[in-house]
């Protein structure tokens, strides 16, 4: 195989992960509520692991470890909050959301969209990571990277499906949302490798201005809707597991 090809189909792939990882709800029922928070849960406690150690860590690292890469980690986080914040007040949902779910409150849904929203600008600054890693002549590098990334993926796939199932999305709208959500990243990946001269040295601010977009739709959005239910306590080992488990993968992937 010419080596040139290479990092198109990792980068590919990775972009593919996050609708693989949906696949598992073809063989799901439906969902009730208790197992809807409880996933819920599940998936907001992977998304703050993915937001600590697949973002704002390696932001910090494309820092130095300065108080200037600090500061701009931090700046980072909190533009990144006060974004999601304005697409959550000013973007026409409406448009987004379809009333044909009979039964279902529209502010669940709403906060659906936007947890795939945020899903979604989280995977460009990954996708960007992978570009500059095969942009910086490294072919492992890249590998390493992208398969991190499609590993991490998988679960982020399947806790938008079900989550979008929870509103009464059916598994075949669920998945292809959970398939899009992913291809921002081979974009992303794309613009890194061919201008890695210039997002390199943006990538430290564009992991924390994720991270913060993960940070707000998380605590805004997604742990209170698991709590108004009753199954508060439930909800809240599911973000530890969610939580755990992807420590797992952030640990065990390096």
């Avoid at 304005?86 to 906060?111: A, F, I, M, Q, T």
């Avoid at 530890?240 to 993968?249: A, D, E, R, S, T």
């Amino acid at each position: 195989m010419d080596e040139k090809l290479i990092p198109y189909i990792v980068i590919g792939l990775a972009g593919l992960s996050t609708g693989i990882g949906s696949l598992p709800i073809l063989f799901s029922e439906d969902v009730s509520q208790k197992k809807l928070d409880v996933l819920l849960g599940a998936a907001a406690g992977i998304m703050l692991a993915a937001t600590c150690f697949s973002l704002i860590v390696p932001s910090l690292e494309a820092g130095g470890g300065t108080i200037k890469g600090v500061l701009i980690t931090s700046l980072g986080i909190f533009i990144g909050g006060v974004f999601l914040d304005l697409v959550d007040k000013y973007s026409p949902h409406e448009h987004l959301l379809d009333h044909r779910k009979e039964g279902v409150d529209n502010n669940n849904l709403k906060r659906i969209w936007l947890f795939v929203i945020a899903i979604t600008i989280h995977n460009f600054p990954e996708g960007l990571a992978t570009g500059v890693g095969f942009g910086s002549g490294n072919i492992s590098d890249g590998i390493t990277i992208a398969t991190a990334i499609a590993i991490q993926n998988l679960p982020e796939g399947l806790a938008v499906a079900l989550s979008l199932r929870g509103v009464g999305y059916s598994k075949k709208e669920a998945i292809i949302i959970s398939a899009l959500t992913g291809f921002v990243e081979p974009i992303a990946a794309l613009l890194g490798l061919g201008l890695v001269s210039i997002f390199k040295p943006l990538l430290g601010f564009i992991l924390a201005f994720a991270g913060g977009a993960m940070l707000f739709v998380i605590s805004d959005e997604i742990i209170p809707e698991t709590h108004r239910n009753g199954f508060e306590r439930e909800a809240t080992y599911g973000i530890m597991i969610g939580f755990i488990i992807m420590l797992i993968l952030d640990v065990s992937l390096g």
